[in-house]
């Protein structure tokens, strides 16, 4: 009988292990299958970097108290905790306790997931099939796991976007690998040597980037010689920054107004609407090419240009997934830039999770696909809910235990030529320069707002994004003509 088997987690990672937690409180077995040769393999990959989440909001709930019960005292809630610290103080004694030491599976990297018997043509007995794990070790042996259920919290850390902006490496980016760094770079240790004094290529407009941008700053004042240029694909800023002191994550919101600051005094160079198509290495440096556009040449470059999932384990599965963000089809809306870039994602569980293959959830970061501003208390309500559900405890799994903290931003499309618009009323008005007193939209360009518009005011968007107060500005309708009659506002 699949009911004895236990229910297979691939992910030793914060969520994964959160996932653990609340199975064991459930009395459900399980087995936590990690790729490295340790719990938090990919989060000390990026160990020098600190979180933007104080420890209160980076500590699930049941691990908290299963932690507690060992005597184990959380950190300061109020601190930020680095990702190194995240593993040594919260994931290192959560893995060892008893309740999940025994169930964990380290340097085991899964390479597929089946059904018993079944390739994914095949229905007769496909619900009372159980799963299958196809393992591989670090030797190259391999073996099986049979499991009743899989709660996929692989993450998406080990899959960067490439520098081509057409999804795919640009030109002449394989050959150059060995001066491109995917991520984060330590810049102020391990990796100084590789960018003190050197000429350096940002790419990316998230956060990964902000980080990036902001240890190179550093280092360019303690290293002469040290440069530092920053290309994005959009072709203005925005609200790109983010929401500084209306974020509710304070730190979160410091990121951006310490880049926009360097920005404007000239410490960094700028470049908007820059889309790479190739790269060549030239006597003088690395060239970086849009179309017939070169930048000055570089010496290094770092590429953060976001994260995708890897999907290829889960071929012979039946999945649900959206095209174009590779989420499940009912939490893409919700999360789609190409919607809306509203940091806040109202909070959701095993029913925005469920896929055609029936006990199978992919949680975590991977959940969101290619989307961004995905933060771990998301991943840790989706495990609870999971769980739950596969206790048979639906009342919880559909309560909503979580309120996710404010970005302070809330735009909509970015339109053709980088135009951002806003969802929750007009942006702030930037301050008038002589050469900026009169703003024309280009008529092609009125299509695109409009349409932007509305998909700004569609109800899956309005439930998530703009406050109350606020949605009459995002849609209000002609005058004395009640707002949101004609658009869907909720």
């Known amino acids: ?31 936590v299958v990690e790729a490295g040769p340790r719990v938090g393999h990919n989060v000390l990959s990026w160990g020098h970097v600190q979180l933007f989440s104080p420890w209160s909001e980076t500590i699930d709930s ?32 959560l893995a060892a306790h008893p309740a999940i030491q025994p169930a964990l599976r380290l340097s085991r990297r899964v390479v597929a997931v089946t059904r018993a018997g079944l390739d994914k043509m095949k229905n007769a007995g496909r619900e009372r099939a159980p799963f299958v794990l196809h393992l591989t070790g670090p030797d190259g042996s391999e073996e099986t796991l049979a499991a009743r259920a ?182 893409a809306p919700l999360i789609d830039p190409n919607v809306h870039s509203c940091g806040t994602v109202r909070p959701h569980g095993v029913d925005e999770l469920t896929h055609p293959e029936p006990d199978f959830y992919i949680v975590g970061m991977k959940s969101y696909g290619r989307a961004p501003t995905f933060l771990l208390l998301t991943g840790y309500e989706q495990v609870r809910s999971v769980a739950a559900a596969l206790a048979g405890d639906w009342e919880a799994a559909r309560r909503v235990e979580l309120v996710l903290p404010e970005t302070g931003v809330c735009s909509g499309p970015v339109a053709a030529g980088g135009v951002e618009v806003s969802c929750c009323g007009p942006q702030a008005a930037a301050p008038a320069r002589a050469s900026a007193l009169i703003d024309l939209t280009p008529v092609g360009q009125v299509a695109l707002l409009d349409a932007a518009q509305a998909s700004c005011c569609a109800p899956v968007v309005q439930e998530s994004c703009c406050a109350p107060e606020a949605k009459d500005d995002c849609c209000g309708t002609a005058a004395g003509e009640p707002a949101g009659a004609s658009c869907g506002c909720l």
């Open 62 to 93: 049941a691990a908290a108290r299963l932690l507690e019960s060992t005597g184990w005292r959380a950190p300061n809630p109020t601190s930020y905790p680095t990702g190194r610290a995240l593993v040594e103080r919260y994931l290192a004694p």
């Open 1 to 31: 009988m699949t009911e004895r088997l236990p229910i297979a987690i691939i992910g030793a990672g914060p969520v994964g292990l959160a996932a653990a937690a609340h199975l064991h409180e459930y009395g459900l077995p399980f087995v």
């Open 150 to 331: 899989v709660i996929d919290a692989s993450g998406t850390w080990a899959t960067p976007n490439p520098l081509g902006a057409s999804g795919v490496p640009a030109l002449g980016e394989r050959a150059l690998a060995s001066n491109i760094f995917y991520g984060i770079p330590d810049v102020l240790g391990a990796h100084r040597g590789r960018y003190a004094g050197r000429r350096v290529l940002v790419a990316g407009s998230g956060h990964s980037a902000f980080n990036a941008v902001l240890d190179l700053a550093k280092l360019a004042e303690e290293a002469p010689g040290t440069t530092i240029t920053w290309v994005v694909r959009r072709g203005t800023m925005g609200q790109a920054y983010g929401g500084g002191a209306r974020d509710a994550l304070p730190a979160r919101g410091e990121l951006g107004r310490r880049v926009e600051e360097l920005v404007a005094r000239g410490a960094i160079q700028l470049v908007t609407g820059w889309h790479t198509d190739r790269l060549e290495r030239a006597p003088d440096g690395i060239r970086v090419f849009a179309g017939e556009r070169s930048l000055a040449p570089v010496d290094e470059i770092i590429v953060a240009t976001g994260l995708r999932p890897d999907l290829s384990m889960l071929s012979e599965l039946r999945l649900g997934l959206d095209p174009a963000v590779e989420a499940p089809v009912a939490l």
